[in-house]
């Protein structure tokens, strides 16, 4: 096999690919790429048996043929070479020879032989545009749990119905809820548990796409979810099990609302809770006669206290909460105004969007903290 | 108290009186020793030490099964009996408690009548013997207590505490081990007076924060660790732990899952006890060949519900029990606690409310029944008898 393909395209493409190759080394090959050439296009695959990702670039082929290389060493080679063509060449025992201007680098490869098949894209169930599963996905991953033993909430729910796309995350202590109408083609209802990496990479496919309009192709087969954009495909195995019966933790109804500006009580809680204790981050908040009240206090190193102004005239109600809850969702909220919804001490409060014009649903359910 | 658990066997069992009595086992079973009693002592036998080597050096020892009930019973006896004499009362193991008597002498005397007095006592209300020492240090209240065993009181007065400790052995100090012994011999240290007439900076250099604790120690003072504490101060504890070593090695998955489910049962009620909520999790298993591992994990919430802990202790096991290979001994032990449940949950909030209530109703009827009164199916298979030591490994100030 032989090409020349350009540094930059090269560049753009293997960085894609580098969170999803494999760092544990306990299958060697993953640590490579898989560089296939046919036609006048490279095509480059990587994988860790969980997700896998296929982009391509165009190329000058001489010869077609497949090999893979340590994607790590080549991407950080390749990022310091002049902008220029990259010519590659691959001999017999696998090794490649790289040419760029007066740069020559050979680098051990392995057989592509030993380099695992990646599943065919099945026929698209729906189409979403990338900049909105983007903002869903955005809006959603950090309710994911973090604790492996839970592993039907390392991902988030999926859900396709008519024309509307749900996204639902939760860690069982709080559950972030976001549904969006579909402008495009999505005639399917789907579900399906999404694994945080591959939600994470396709915050990145997304973050290096210009146009946010630009149409991703979804499909799914048994094992498999399969997200096409453009000539870059992502594949991720389902997480398989049952999500929670979410829609039972929704509150249906809150007794008290306040409406607040996000970056004042975003600016106040990270204050705060610098004196919350370091692994509960348990803060104080109080609802009290038009003021809500932000307290935290360590009783080796001192306490703060902060009050903002708000339209509020029922009963104080005093109601504990991790500020690494609630400022998560603050980062992740666009509208500059949120709706605090509460009941008491023991009831699960929630954070929505507030202010005119919210033309979706984003609910943030989080329960609070018995201090 | 004095061979305190070979005492309250002897309450149940007076034939036992005076004989060389081991707590642990038959003589031929895998485990160790919990308590020999001053009879078989003289053999050499002593707790921690295999059942085994315990009949090889004393052969005509009587051998019997503990009974941590009982123990645990008396143990409530005995600090009920201190309460009397101080409100400030630490228990620091099951036979072993520090008093502080400060303010008390004109309720109960001067010291050594206090101490004859309570001395009487303990007799008279549990039966058993104690050994109590006196002096204006935790520290060397525990080498006197231990000097005056058995049965006995001494009392090292004011001012004459680095005096007192002088001619005992470096390995009287509580803390020094053997390996802090060798280390002291390797330069010719071997009575508390040698090492009492080094410099603290000589012993800063050679032994770090330890040597400043080692000086300290050698004068009678209450230094390092757990001896800076008041009485009383640090009666909360740490880590609970319960651990179980098979008579016979074994790789049945099901009897270890099982072993592993009753025994973080018995940590989770321990913990309801102490009113605590544990954050992390730790296994701890050993191999047939000896070789020991222990795993840890902090869960994003903290608990105190047997299902929950139940949950982390298998997943901890099934990610790092080696499948098919034997295992001698498997632990469980939770720490990182908060007096609050914390956070709440969300997704099984109704389900742990539920489990919360039934076992408030379990730990009840354990309360009045005995712990085994109740216990979870999953953990049948697995219900060793018990075993406690004497002289748990790891509690502060306890000799090997």
Redesign the interface.
Known sequence: MEFTVSKADLVRELNLSQGVVERKTTIPILSNVLLEVSGERLTMTATDLELGIRCSAPARTKSGGAGTIPAKKLLEYVRLLPDSDVNFKFSDNHWASLTCGRSRTRIAGMSRESYPELPQMPEALAQLPIGLLASMISKTIFAI?????RFT?NGALLLLRDRTVTVVA??????ALVECENPLDSPANYKALLPRKAMAELLKLASDTEDKTAPVDFAGDDNHLFFQLGPRLLISRKLTGNF?DFER?LPKSHSHTVEVDRDELRASIERVSQFSDE??R?IKVRFGDNEATLHSSLSESGESEESLAVEYGGPTVEIGF?AQYLLEFLRAVPEAKVAFHFKDA?S?GELSPGGEGVDYKYRY??????? | MDAFFVSVEELFDPSLKGKAVVVGGPKDARGVVSAASYEARKFGVHSAMPLRTASQLCPHAIFIEGHPDRYRDYSHKVHAVLQEFSPKVEMASVDEAYLDLTGTERLLGPPLKAAHTLHQRMKQRTGLNCSIGISTSKMVAKVSSDQAKPNGILWVQPGLEAAFLAPLDVRRLPGVGKVTEEKLQQIGIRKVGDLARLEEDFLHRRFGKWGLALAGKSHGADAGSWFDGEIGSLDEPKSISHEHTFNEDTADAQLLESTLARLTEKVARRLREQGFYA?TVTLKLRYKDFTTLTRA?T???STQLDHELI??SR?LFRKNWRAGEKVRLLGVGVS?F?E??????????DKNERARKALKAIDQIRDKFGEKSVKIASGLAGDHAERVHENPVGLPGKRK
């Not at chain 1, 749990?145 to 033993?149: I, N, T």
């Not at chain 1, 939760?170 to 559950?175: E, N, S």
């Not at chain 1, 359910?365 to 201090?371: A, Q």
């Open positions: 749990s973090a604790e492996e033993s909430l939760t860690d069982g202590h709080r559950l929670p933790v692994r509960s348990a991790n023991q699960a359910v989080v329960m609070p903290m018995r201090i | 954050r994990h869960l994003a919430r949950t982390e997943a990182g908060d609050t449940e914390g956070q709440l949950a969300l997704i099984d909030g």
